[in-house]
């Protein structure tokens, strides 16, 4: 199970924030230039942001490819969901 895992270079999703980084970073340098704090707090707010989200799609990937590697009997098996329960309202 663990050769048929796919690596994720994420080379899309990398260069898209560093873009998005590289844009803000131009954006907050030119606010403090021209003295509009709000829109340097902002600015570092989005930098923030970006970066916390790249960062946490990637710890997600991490943990399902480690729990996907976990050997038991339910070895890379995916947990049944609950049934439905059907009611009349």
Avoid: N
């Avoid at 690596?7 to 230039?33: N, Q």
């Avoid at 570092?44 to 799609?57: K, L, Q, R």
């Amino acid at each position: 199970m663990a050769a048929d895992l796919i690596p994720k270079s994420r080379t899309f999703s990398k260069r898209l924030v560093i873009a998005c980084v590289v844009l803000a970073w131009v954006a907050l340098f030119y606010s403090i230039y021209s003295a509009q704090a709000s829109v340097a707090v902002a600015g570092f707010s989005f930098i923030a942001t970006i970066a916390a989200g790249y960062m946490g799609v990637g710890h997600m990937d991490l943990r399902q490819l480690l729990t996907a590697l976990k050997q038991g009997a339910d070895y890379g098996a995916v947990p049944e969901p609950p049934p439905i329960e059907m009611r009349d309202a």
